[in-house]
C-alpha cells in the first residue's frame, strides 16, 4: 500500500517532511520518501496535503477487562480478595470483542496498555495490546509491567473488608514484603542454578515468579499515585529495590515535577477531562503536563479508560495543551512518549521503516486533536480498518 501527497509527522528525528509518501508491506512501514514517488499503483491513495502519523497510544486504560455497559458481570479488573496479587495478569480478563476496541480504533488509537484496577497494593500485570483483533493473545504487544497502587483506592477498599491494609504506611508495607520475597526468591534460585548439588531450589512461588522479571529490570513498576507524597513514597520503594518505576496519573505532580525530572521518572498523566471525584484529587489542574514537560519529565497523556471514554484521548491531549502544552509535544505524548514509556518503542509509535505500519490520516488543515476531527484513514498493523478517502 502507498500513500503519497502526505504531509508527513513522523514523531522521530526525522521530524516532519512537508509533502511526502510512505509504503507498507506485510503490515510493516516498508520505506518513506520526500517529494513524489517514482511509481504510484492504482491502489495507493492520495492524502491530498493531509496530515500522516502514527497511530495514537493511550499508556494507561483498563479497555476491554472493565467492559462497556455491564457492571461485575463484565469488570474483571480487580481481584480485591487479595491485596497483593502480581500473579493475576490483564491478558486473562480482556475481551476484545467489547465495542470499545472498535470506538479506539475509528479515532486513530492503534495501541493501548491495559491493567489491572489500583484497588490492591499490587494488582497485577499491564499488557500493551493492539487495538484491533479477535484474539488477544493476537493483540499482545507485550506484557511491560506490573501495577502498584498507593493512597487512597487501597485503603477505602480493605478498609471495608476490616483488614489490611487502612493506611498508607500499611500499603508501603505490604508492597515491600511482596517485593523482599520475590528477591530473596530470585537469590534461591540463583543459588539453585549455580551449584544444584549443595542448594535445593525454593518451594514454588506463584507471586515471586510473576515478579522476577520486574527486579530482573525486564519490566516496570508502573505506581497508580495521584498526591505528591504517594508519588515520593513509590520512587522511594523503587530506589530500594532498584526497579524502573512509572508514575500513573501523577495528578500532583506539578508540585514536585523538578524531582521527578531529576530522578527520571516518567508519568502517565490523567484523566484530565474529570471531576475530583476524590479526596486525593483535590489537586487536579489542567496546567499539570505542561509543568511536567517544560521540567523535562517524559509524559504521556492517558484516559483511564472507562473513567474517560476511550475515544477522548485526543481530546484529553487538547486539555493539556489549553492548559499550557505545545502542541508538537502534545503529539508525543500519543505516540513516542507512550511507545518509550512501556518499552514498544521498536513495535510503533513512530513512522520509520520497520516499524509496525500503525498510522492514521486527517484532511488537510485537520487538528487531530480536536473534538470534531476523525481520521480518514486507520491502519493497525497494515490493516486498513477505517478508510474514508
Not at 486525593?280 to 517544560?294: C, F, R, T
Request: overall charge negative.
Amino acid at each position: 500500500m502507498l500513500i503519497y501527497n502526505a504531509e508527513i509527522y513522523t514523531m522521530d528525528s526525522a521530524g516532519i517532511i512537508p509533502n511526502g509518501w510512505l509504503r507498507t508491506e506485510d503490515g510493516k512501514i516498508k520505506e518513506i520518501g520526500d517529494g513524489t514517488p517514482e511509481s504510484i499503483p492504482d491502489d495507493s491513495i492520495d492524502a491530498q496535503g493531509g496530515m500522516l502519523l502514527p497511530g495514537f497510544i493511550d499508556a494507561h486504560t483498563h479497555l476491554g477487562i472493565i467492559e462497556d455497559g455491564l457492571d461485575f458481570e463484565g469488570d474483571d479488573c480487580n481481584e480485591s480478595t487479595d491485596p497483593f496479587s502480581p500473579q493475576m495478569r490483564a491478558i486473562d480478563g480482556i475481551n476484545p470483542f467489547d465495542r470499545c476496541f472498535t470506538e479506539a480504533v475509528m479515532r486513530g488509537i492503534t495501541a493501548v496498555a491495559s491493567s489491572p484496577g489500583s484497588a490492591n497494593p499490587c494488582g497485577g500485570e499491564i499488557c500493551a495490546i493492539k487495538t484491533n483483533g479477535r484474539r488477544i493473545d493476537d493483540m499482545l504487544i507485550k506484557q511491560c509491567g506490573i501495577k502498584f497502587a498507593m493512597g487512597e483506592n487501597p485503603k477505602n477498599v480493605y478498609n471495608g473488608k476490616d483488614e489490611a491494609p487502612v493506611t498508607r504506611m500499611a500499603v508501603a508495607a505490604i508492597i515491600r514484603e511482596g517485593l523482599y520475597k520475590a528477591r530473596r526468591y530470585v537469590h534461591d534460585m540463583d543459588s539453585y542454578y549455580s551449584d544444584g548439588e549443595n542448594y535445593d531450589p525454593p518451594e514454588y512461588d506463584i507471586k515471586c515468579e510473576a515478579l522476577m522479571p520486574l527486579l530482573e529490570r525486564k519490566m516496570k513498576a508502573f505506581f497508580h499515585c495521584h498526591r505528591a507524597d504517594d508519588i515520593c513514597t513509590a520512587m522511594r520503594i523503587a530506589s530500594e529495590f532498584s526497579i524502573d518505576p512509572v508514575i500513573i496519573h501523577g495528578t500532583e505532580g506539578y508540585k514536585i515535577a523538578d524531582i521527578l525530572a531529576e530522578e527520571e521518572v516518567p508519568v502517565i498523566c490523567g484523566p484530565l477531562i474529570c471531576d475530583r471525584c476524590k479526596p486525593e484529587m483535590k489537586g487536579l489542574e489542567l496546567k499539570n503536563a505542561a509543568v511536567l514537560n517544560d521540567n523535562g519529565v517524559k509524559m504521556a497523556v492517558c484516559t483511564d479508560h472507562t473513567v474517560i471514554p476511550i475515544q477522548y484521548l485526543p481530546l484529553s491531549a487538547q486539555a493539556a495543551v489549553k492548559g499550557g502544552l505545545d502542541f508538537s509535544e502534545a503529539l508525543r505524548t500519543l505516540t513516542i512518549n507512550p511507545a518509550e514509556i512501556l518499552g514498544i518503542d521498536d513495535i510503533t509509535g513512530t513512522l520509520a521503516a520497520g516499524k509496525d505500519a500503525d498510522l492514521q490520516l486527517y484532511a488537510k488543515g485537520q487538528n487531530p486533536l480536536d473534538l470534531m476531527s476523525e481520521p480518514l484513514l486507520v491502519m493497525v498493523s497494515g490493516e486498513i480498518c477505517r478508510k474514508d478517502i
